[in-house]
């Protein structure tokens, strides 16, 4: 028990205090240094810059037009020119309300149906996470495209063709491939979580299905709903590269002029839109913490029974099925088409893609990128960064579920990875660590394998934090004093009654904490500048050529590790007898 | 030399997870910092490399650390990095090292910026509006490359004019490719209609939704493309000829990877790619109507690569030893074929399947320096806003 209050004391700040140091010299100070440039004019602070961008049609839209002269709201109402942030946030809630839509139903499957291959659907519910944007091109074009899969069907039906590519919609749907699987995960978390009496009380009580879900089930959910929303929000918002592959530059988004302003050098107005960007993200992501803390879910002391996914036809079987139809040409089509890919050449089937990966391995100069070395190096960045971003998330959820002054504020700047952009990110890395700083006359610089995790782990930890938070509020109380009064500590209490309630949530957190460790490129690449610290992203970009393949080949090596990796993951925690 | 030597014995000490990291005193005359204490050779295995230099373990040998763009070292097809460095090594006392950062150009200009040295003894690789980029950037300082005395390139005299870009000599070509489009005749043939003849086609129903463009952001083949526009309809009428071009569905399309691969999937009938395109279709037994080359009103826009010291290198004397060795019509023709591109000599004597593949227009077109100077950014911001207004 003196042990126990001595962890209490120091341990918890201690750890704090560590968590809040590699936040401090991975992020907060390389993002700093460069967006300190949005407010800075030659050498005074100054909100010129910002102002500027405010001021421009071209960004702002109407916003900017009416702040010049507001007679133009009345003029031009209703068609309001969106500018390029209104177009992005337009863009963004639309993958919102698309990726909910395919969200939630898979949550509802996957939390109360039962199936061969459940858990390992599940686990691989974060492998759209790890695809780089290349990818997702490749194999949207194939299923989405004039001669993609979807089209040839409709044609093989005699139906007309969809033209979907270099549109909107398709923009919508490639943000809802990668977003949606996260909402679903989330929300089945949640899903498992509510208690079959509720729902049972409820019906007694003369409660419709509809009414008992509506009422009862809903305000369990929407937490977690919300949760994932305003991710795929922030996430959508930021997005770049698989909005110009997928749509082109006439749909750019703000982050396509952050990077193109960067390749200009023009920093100033890179990191002015950049603040923008930030400073709009954290205001959601506030505001959503605000409603976040006034909800409290109860977990689940008995889960309702699942169903059979199979069996006879009933009209939620039906509708089950059909969305399973859906769910299988946005998400496996595009896989698939990926693998075909790998294995096709301009003779039909071939392999010699695959064994160019092999010659690769065994021939390439030391300078070259070797697949293994690759596959090797993503494995080791995503365990180390496992091991950080896990601890790291856990300890935040707990801070943020605690009462003290300016939480939400500590809670919000916890959310910022999410919300900087990630070329201002590369660029802090680029000059804080790689070009190093000088401290007292001595050059630090810093780069290859500790600085890619450390990197890794902080763009991880906010999907540990976000998964546990809603799971860690609704455990009851009373649990928590009955262990404290017999004599249990804080800490204890935590590791022993608290964690083990949530395992769900981490477990969750975790598998998109791996992925984003796999799949990130930006920082990876500019950090292993030079050096064999490359991962598989950065291979598949170096094997993109004239011939798919290659690439494409790489590409299926990266789902195939990462699948794995997934599958044991979740049976980890759940060999732990933590799953659900 | 010393730096190099400090690095290995640092890197040795810190070995294990620390790898990458270095703490260097920045009072040793300030030339000293190495870029990411990550540097790598050939033969040095994977992982273990970093914060470590190899292969100038004899302390004898001097090393050329020499800049580049990515595909140059390293392709899916073929690069020519592992061959020169080889050859190069083969001949001269010298240990040859490829540095390809992510960014290429702009890495070593952003180091600059900060302050940081470069550390790295030639660029491979400049084109003519990188070129113009840098020395705006350091405008009023000190320039970011030097000039050699072209008497001491003994082929110098066969460079192809046309390629020359750099007024002050610093930039010497090694080599070109042009600017092209690739068209899959078989499409267009279910369309029933022929390849576009003129730039003015390309606005024209019959190729509707027709031609992907990576985009000149992003994409130095989308950038010149960009500039060849400009050079046909000038300055004041580029921007209504893109706006036609929008409008009959030209998509433009993140990068060259991205263009190339939908072009492939058989998402338009044409791309803005290289007339190098042939080369690599034979490689690959691919259909050749699928890869035709067309140059609007016969004209091709040149992309031109050359390679530059650094300024402030201390292997001046080796990096004049290898442009000289570089410009070598063998070792040229041999860049060519591995690099698919043409050579910048014309003393080069290239195979005549390989030639066959290779078109090249009636008309050649390109944006010299002073073309250039002053100009790039205005003009890819102008039609920035316009496209993504559109």
């Known amino acids: 028990m003196r042990t126990g209050r001595l962890v209490d004391r120091v341990g918890v700040p201690l750890f704090a205090v560590a968590t809040l140091a590699i936040l401090a010299v991975t992020f907060f100070y390389p993002v700093g240094i460069v967006l300190v440039e949005a407010v800075v004019v030659d050498g005074r602070l100054s909100p010129a810059t910002i102002l500027d961008i405010v001021r421009s049609e071209f960004f702002f839209g109407i916003v900017a037009a009416a702040l010049d002269d507001p007679g133009v709201l009345v003029d031009s109402f209703p068609d309001y020119p969106l500018g390029l942030f209104g177009f992005t946030a337009y863009q963004a809630l639309l993958s919102t309300i698309a990726s909910v839509l395919l969200g939630v139903p898979g949550a509802y499957v996957l939390a109360r149906f039962e199936f061969p291959g459940r858990r390992t659907v599940r686990s691989l519910t974060a492998l759209p996470f790890v695809m780089p944007s290349i990818m997702v091109a490749i194999g949207f074009v194939a299923t989405f495209g004039d001669n993609g899969v979807l089209n040839d069907a409709l044609r093989a039906l005699g139906l007309p063709t969809l033209d979907l590519l270099y549109t909107l919609q398709i923009i919508v749907l490639a943000h809802a491939f990668y977003d949606a699987p996260l909402i679903a995960r989330i929300t089945a978390a949640a899903w498992e979580g509510v208690d079959a009496s509720v729902t049972e009380t409820a019906r007694s009580l003369g409660a419709s299905p509809l009414r008992a879900f509506r009422d009862v089930i809903v305000p369990q959910l929407l937490p977690a709903i919300l949760t994932g929303a305003l991710l795929t929000f922030i996430f959508s918002f930021m997005s770049f590269a698989i909005v110009l592959a997928l749509g082109g530059l006439e749909l750019a988004t703000v982050e396509v002029w952050v990077y193109h302003r960067v390749n200009q050098l023009d920093y100033a107005t890179a990191t002015g839109l950049a603040t923008l960007e930030m400073m709009f993200s954290l205001a959601l992501t506030y505001g959503y913490l605000r409603y976040e803390a006034r909800q409290r879910a109860s977990s689940a002391t008995r889960p309702a029974p699942r169903r059979d996914l199979f069996g006879s036809v009933t009209p939620t079987r039906l509708a089950v099925w059909a969305y399973c139809g859906i769910a299988a040409l946005i998400f496996v089509v595009p896989i698939a088409s990926m693998l075909l890919a790998s294995v096709t050449g301009p003779n039909g089937f071939t392999l010699e893609n695959y064994a160019f990966l092999v010659e690769r391995q065994a021939d390439a100069y030391g300078f070259q990128v070797k697949p293994l070395t690759a596959i090797t190096n993503s494995l080791v960045y995503g365990v180390g960064s496992l091991a950080i971003a896990v601890p790291m998330g856990v300890l935040l959820a707990v801070i943020s579920t605690r009462e003290f002054t300016g939480r939400k504020l500590v809670d919000t700047l916890a959310m910022a990875p999410f919300a900087v952009s990630g070329v201002v990110v590369g660029l802090g890395l680029l000059r804080g660590f790689v070009f190093g700083t000088e401290v007292f006359g001595y050059r630090i610089t810093i780069a290859g394998p500790i600085a890619i995790i450390a990197a890794h782990a902080v763009g991880a930890y906010p999907f540990v934090t976000r998964n546990v938070v809603p799971a860690l509020a609704g455990i009851d109380g009373t649990i928590v004093e009955s262990a404290r009064s017999l004599g249990a500590s804080r800490t204890r209490v935590l590791l022993d009654i608290e964690l083990p309630l949530v395992i769900p949530g981490v477990l969750a957190g975790a598998a998109f904490a791996f992925a984003i460790s796999i799949g990130e490129f930006d920082s990876t690449v500019i950090l292993a500048t030079g050096g064999s610290g490359y991962t598989m992203p950065v291979a598949i970009e170096r094997f993109i050529g004239r011939r798919l393949g290659p690439a494409t080949a790489m590409g299926c090596v990266l789902l195939a590790v990462t699948a794995i990796s997934f599958v044991v993951i979740d049976r980890l925690g759940e060999g732990r007898g933590l799953g659900g | ?390």
């Open chain 2, 1 to 390: 030399m010393d730096r190099r030597r400090f690095l290995t014995t640092a890197g040795a000490g810190a070995a294990g997870l620390l790898t990458g990291c270095s703490v260097e005193s920045t009072d040793s005359g300030g030339t000293d910092t190495d870029a990411a204490g990550t540097t790598t050779d050939s033969g040095t295995d994977s992982g273990t490399a970093e914060g470590t230099v190899t292969g100038t373990a004899s302390g004898e040998q001097p090393t050329l650390r020499v800049g580049t763009y990515g595909s140059f070292v390293d392709a899916p097809s073929t690069s020519p990095g592992g061959w020169l460095k080889e050859q190069f090594e083969s001949e001269f006392d010298a240990t040859l090292e490829w540095f390809a950062p992510d960014g290429g150009m702009n890495y070593f200009l952003q180091r600059r910026q900060q302050g940081v040295t470069i550390d790295t003894d030639l660029y491979l690789g400049l084109t003519p509006e990188t070129l113009v980029q840098a020395d705006t950037a350091t405008e009023g300082g000190d320039p970011l490359f030097t000039s050699v005395d072209s008497g001491a390139l003994s082929n110098a005299n066969n460079i192809v004019d046309d390629y020359r870009f750099d007024p002050q000599e610093r930039a010497i070509p090694f080599g070109a490719s042009y600017i092209s489009l690739v068209i899959n005749q078989n499409t267009l043939d279910e369309r029933g209609v022929s390849q576009p003849e003129t730039f003015d086609d390309l606005t024209t129903s019959d190729y509707e939704d027709g031609l992907l463009v990576p985009n000149p952001q992003n994409s130095e083949t989308g950038l010149e493309f960009m500039f060849w526009t400009i050079d046909h309809f000038g300055e004041d009428g580029y921007l209504d000829y893109w706006s036609d071009l929008v409008a009959n569905g030209t998509e433009i399309v993140q990068d060259w990877g991205s263009a190339y691969a939908a072009y492939s999937e058989g998402e338009a009938p044409m791309v803005v790619s290289y007339s190098t395109d042939q080369v690599y279709a034979d490689q690959s037994g691919a259909d050749m109507a699928e890869h035709q080359i067309g140059f609007p009103n016969g004209e091709g826009y040149a992309y031109l690569e050359g390679m530059a010291p650094f300024a402030g290198t201390d292997r001046s004397e080796l990096a004049v030893e290898f442009m000289n060795f570089v410009l070598r019509p063998e070792i040229q023709a041999e860049i060519a074929q591995r690099n698919v591109a043409l050579p910048a000599v014309d003393n080069a004597d290239l195979p005549a399947d390989f030639d066959d593949l290779v078109y090249e227009p009636d008309e050649i077109v390109n944006f010299g320096y002073d073309d250039l100077l002053g100009n790039v950014d205005g003009w890819l911001e102008e039609w920035s806003q316009q496209i993504a207004s559109q």
